[in-house]
C-alpha cells in the first residue's frame, strides 16, 4: 500500500463549480498537510499548509484535515479557468530527519469556461 | 522577497554522460531539498542538505549526489546517465528548524538523457 493516495483524474468541471480534491494516507505518523499547485511545465506552488485536525480556509480554497479517518481534502469555490492545474497534496512526519514530504500523485483539474 | 532559482531550465545530455543542476534558496532558508518528478511517478525525494551536510537521502542509486554550498545553495550531480533519468528536477528551501514551516518550490530543471 502507498503511503499516500491520489485519485490522479482527470477531472473536468465547469466555470463556478465546487472543486473538491482527496487524499488518504497509511502512517499515522504524518502531521503535518500541504496542499500544492503545480501549472504545467511549473514548480509546485503552495497553496495551503495546515498540521491540526478541522478545516482552514483561505479565500476560495479549504482545507480540510480528518487525523482520525487519515484523510485530507482541497475544496475549492466559485472555481475559474485560471485554476485548472495538477493538485498535489503532500505531507510530513515533523522534525529530526524525516523532512522530506511525501506526495500524492496529482490530479489534473481542468476548469472549463 | 526573491523565490528559489533553479539553473539551467532545459538540459539535454546523452546516456553516460553527468549532469549538474543548480539551486539557490530563498534568502534565509538553510535547508534544501531535491526532487525528481518523472512522468507517471509523482514527485519523489531524492536529498535534503541543511547547513552544508546531507542530512537524508531517498531511494536512488548513489550516482545521485550532490552538496550546499556555505551560501546554501546547492547543486545536484547526476553521473552515468540512463535514459530514465529523464524528468523534471525539482529544489525547494525551507526554515530548517521549525516543524511549522513548509517547503517553497523553484521552477525545476527539465532533464533531457538521449
Known amino acids: 500500500q502507498k503511503e499516500v493516495e491520489q485519485d490522479p483524474g482527470p477531472l473536468s468541471v465547469p466555470e463556478g463549480a465546487i472543486v473538491s480534491l482527496n487524499c488518504t494516507y497509511s502512517?499515522?505518523?504524518?502531521?503535518?498537510f500541504m496542499w500544492y499547485r503545480q501549472y504545467s511545465r511549473k514548480g509546485p506552488e503552495l497553496l495551503m499548509y495546515?498540521?491540526?485536525?478541522g478545516n482552514k480556509e483561505d479565500g476560495r480554497f479549504t482545507a480540510q484535515v480528518d487525523k482520525s479517518s487519515k484523510y485530507i481534502s482541497l475544496f475549492i469555490r466559485d472555481s475559474q479557468p485560471s485554476d485548472s492545474a495538477t493538485y498535489l497534496c503532500?505531507?510530513?512526519?515533523?522534525?529530526?530527519?524525516?523532512?522530506?514530504?511525501?506526495f500524492g500523485k496529482g490530479t489534473l483539474l481542468t476548469v472549463n469556461p | 522577497e526573491a523565490g528559489v532559482t533553479q539553473s539551467p531550465t532545459h538540459l539535454i545530455k546523452t546516456r553516460g554522460q553527468q549532469a549538474t543542476l543548480r539551486c539557490s534558496p530563498i534568502?534565509?532558508?538553510?535547508?534544501v531539498y531535491w526532487y525528481q518528478q518523472a512522468l507517471g511517478l509523482g514527485l519523489q525525494f531524492l536529498l535534503w542538505?541543511?547547513?552544508?551536510?546531507?542530512?537524508n537521502r531517498g531511494n536512488f542509486p548513489p550516482r545521485f549526489s550532490g552538496r550546499q554550498f556555505p551560501n546554501y545553495s546547492s547543486e545536484l550531480n547526476v553521473n552515468a546517465l540512463e535514459l530514465e533519468d529523464s524528468a523534471l528536477y525539482l529544489c525547494?528551501?525551507?526554515?530548517?528548524?521549525?516543524?511549522?514551516?513548509?517547503?517553497?518550490f523553484g521552477p525545476g530543471t527539465r532533464l533531457l538523457v538521449l
Open positions: 525547494a528551501s525551507s526554515l530548517a528548524d521549525s516543524n511549522q514551516e513548509t517547503q517553497y
Open positions: 502512517n499515522s505518523a504524518f502531521q503535518y
Open positions: 495546515t498540521y491540526s485536525s
Open positions: 503532500a505531507m510530513k512526519r515533523g522534525g529530526g530527519s524525516n523532512y522530506k514530504l511525501t
Open positions: 534568502s534565509g532558508h538553510t535547508s
Open positions: 542538505y541543511d547547513e552544508g551536510e546531507e542530512r
